[in-house]
């Protein structure tokens, strides 16, 4: 569920993605009624780059394949893996609470 919200930021902060149909072949330019203005401004871009952060995280296994040190019982494979849960969430927020959901320019 997560990586549907982690989708659902992207497409909002950047709505010049085109889709592609994989029936059709063809890719819709259908854009928003109030997409921002071409010039994005430098701190809603950077800030997107915090949504890779978790999948970085939790794809290279090799970094966490370890026993030690244990949390609770849990070795560190599994606590290192459940940690990610929360941090991703808070990642999605502070990138969520960036974006300029009202054009004032």
Known sequence: ???LSTIRVLFTM???????NLVTGRKS???????????RRMGETSMAWLLLLPFIGLLWVP???FETPT????PFF???QIAWVPISSLLTYVVWRS???GDEA
Do not use: C, D, H, S
């Open 99 to 101: 974006k300029r959901w």
């Open 63 to 65: 970094f966490y394949n």
């Open 78 to 80: 599994y606590w290192y």
């Open 29 to 39: 330019g259908v854009m928003r009624q109030n997409a921002p203005p071409q010039g």
């Open 1 to 3: 569920m997560q990586y």
């Open 71 to 74: 949390l609770f019982g849990f």
């Open 14 to 20: 950047f709505p010049e993605i085109k889709t592609q």
